[in-house]
């Protein structure tokens, strides 16, 4: 992954934010141990910024396309209203019982739905509407993903989509075989002329962008 932001800067900020929960330390750690591919793990600073945007919109609905160990689902958790509940989709049916694990251990496990399959087959079956949806998944899919959830996020409500930057990839001549990378382009370029949004783009970690519904 390149470094967009100086190492000692990145240090800086770092010590300066909010620290990760125990708990995150915990399932950070575990994950790093015993599961394949852990660099797809939100970082302990992006999960922050994840925590705060979820305690600025207290959101009542959220959904969450990929999951992985559940961190950052856990740290939506963090702001979510009292009566909100979060879906959260994973293809990897392994991962499930360390998701659940650490959902209980947060003892609002209850508010955390978690489905396992195929999101493209599984969103247009959730009749809500939601506040919050975060999209970390396939990046094939990313635009896929956008068409299927822009009409049930809400007016005023807020899509974070990671990896938008895809390790400085974005700014690169693609094969055609590279499909992740062209997908994620033509992604930043269609919801950036999106009228239904309106659209910023953090280089935090491997790029987030955030978009609000009008």
């Known amino acids: 992954m390149n470094n967009f932001i100086n190492k000692e800067i990145l240090e800086y900020v770092e010590l300066f934010s909010q620290k990760e929960p125990d708990l995150l330390k915990e399932l950070n750690r ?21 925590s ?7 959101p009542i609905n959220v959904l969450e396309v990929g999951t992985y160990t559940g961190y950052s689902a856990l740290c939506i958790l963090e702001g979510l209203d009292p009566n909100g509940i979060i879906h959260t989709i994973d293809k990897n049916e392994e991962l499930e019982s360390i998701q659940r694990k650490y959902f209980n251990k ?24 939601f506040d919050l949806i975060f999209i970390d998944a396939d990046k094939e899919n990313y635009i896929n993903y956008f068409n299927l959830v822009i009409n049930k996020l809400n007016k005023n409500g807020v899509l974070i989509s990671d990896n938008v930057l895809w390790s400085g990839k974005v ?3 693609t094969s055609k075989n590279d499909t992740a990378t062209k997908t994620l382009f033509d992604f930043n370029n269609m919801i950036n002329n999106d009228s239904r949004v309106e659209t910023i783009i953090l280089p935090i970690r491997d790029g987030i962008s955030i978009c609000r519904k009008i």
């Open 106 to 129: 947060s003892k609002k496990g209850n508010k955390i739905i978690q489905y396992n399959g195929d999101a493209l087959k599984i969103i247009p079956e959730l009749n809500e509407s």
């Open 171 to 173: 700014l690169e001549k």
């Open 30 to 50: 575990e994950t790093n141990l015993k599961v394949l591919n852990p660099r797809m793990l939100s970082g302990a600073y992006q999960g922050r910024i994840l």
């Open 52 to 58: 705060m945007i979820s305690k600025l919109l207290k």
